[in-house]
């Protein structure tokens, strides 16, 4: 139970600009060559460039609106499903892990919202030069909004995410650090993106959500 250890052992709280917790050591090294490994396209070999949000292909707005298939940005990210669970076997272990009533509980007392109904869905990301995501607050489908790094190649620390006040002004940055990342629960004042900065090869990352709507992995 990686996660929930991390959960319970090794994370603290911040309140500013919102509330919000960071992570250490939140997933396994199975977990994270799994991550590492995982196929994700070059956007710079497609002829597009970042425009400052993940649905850099034209993807579907009904993505923004919660839609489970992601639209056509999937392809530029890699959702874990019962479709390719096989290559993912230790991702898989950990979406299992999510889904107990042990963990899902555990974040609910802290975020103060009732998972008992939601889904997990879990994604693999990997940006790299150019990328930048404009301030923003994420969907209301999400109730939990949760990112874990993977700095395998020593990229900066300043790569994490940044985190703004209600009148975007930058407050902090999460560091981009090997196996750390942060949660909180989505809200209209959780102002949060990545300013323009230089990314020498890759910044791969998990992205962790529990949302409202259907995906293969609901909650026990």
Request: with cysteine; hydrophobic share 35%; net charge neutral.
């Amino acid at each position: 139970m990686t996660f929930l250890n991390s959960l319970t052992n090794n994370s603290k709280e911040h309140k500013e600009p919102f509330k919000h917790w960071e992570l250490n050591e939140p997933l396994s090294n199975e977990a994270i060559s799994e991550i590492i490994n995982a196929d994700i396209p070059n956007v710079a070999e497609h002829n597009l460039t970042y425009d400052g949000t993940r649905a850099i292909d034209g993807g579907a707005p009904e993505f923004r609106e919660g839609i489970a298939s992601g639209g056509k940005a999937i392809k530029f990210r890699c959702f874990i499903t019962k479709q390719n669970a096989d290559q993912f076997p230790n991702l898989v272990k950990f979406i299992k892990e999510l889904q107990s009533e042990k963990t899902y509980k555990k974040i609910s007392e802290l975020i103060n919202k009732d998972l008992s109904n939601s889904f997990v869905r879990v994604e693999v990301i990997c940006d790299r030069k150019g990328f930048w995501l404009k301030p923003h607050c994420d969907i209301k489908e999400k109730l939990l909004s949760c990112l874990l790094f993977v700095n395998k190649f020593n990229e900066s620390e300043s790569l994490g995410t940044d985190f703004y006040n209600s009148n975007l002004e930058k407050i902090k940055t999460v560091p981009y650090k090997h196996n750390y990342g942060y949660f909180f629960s989505s809200g209209p004042n959780t102002w949060h993106g990545m300013e323009k900065k230089e990314i020498v090869k890759e910044r791969r990352c998990l992205q962790v959500n529990y949302v409202s709507f259907p995906t293969d992995w609901k909650v026990d």
